[in-house]
């Protein structure tokens, strides 16, 4: 089992910046693959990034250029870097853990990008 505990969202202005982070309870971050998931009200939850534990990432379409997904092993800690914002990336973001057959979630961040 794991704790998945994210932090750094916000509001943002259209064209800004913010970087979330999501620590985890324990050292997966170099086993399993970590994502970052978004929900938009009234929207299914969908995959934001993703990076495996080889290091391999891939990122949606929509977020391809702006986001950065990373990761610091030692510090048990996945980093979504977000640039370029736009009003449409406006949704609360997961973090998420895949464990063999089983999703972690964290609780979400709220990120707002707003004039």
């Known amino acids: 089992q794991v704790q998945l505990v994210e932090s750094g969202g916000g509001l943002a202005q259209p064209g800004g910046s913010l970087r979330l982070s999501c620590v985890a309870s324990?050292?997966?971050?170099?086993?399993?693959?970590m994502g970052w998931y978004r929900q938009a009200p009234g929207n299914q939850r969908e995959l934001v990034a993703r990076?495996?534990?080889?290091?391999?990432?891939n990122y949606a379409d929509s977020v391809k250029g702006r986001f950065t997904i990373s990761r610091d092993n030692a510090k048990n800690t996945v980093y979504l870097q977000m640039n370029s914002l736009k009003p449409e990336d406006t949704a609360v973001y997961y973090c998420n853990a895949q464990i063999q057959i089983r999703d972690y979630w964290g609780q979400g961040t709220q990120v707002t990008v707003s004039s």
């Open positions: 324990r050292n997966i971050l170099s086993i399993y693959p």
């Open positions: 990076i495996h534990s080889g290091g391999r990432t």
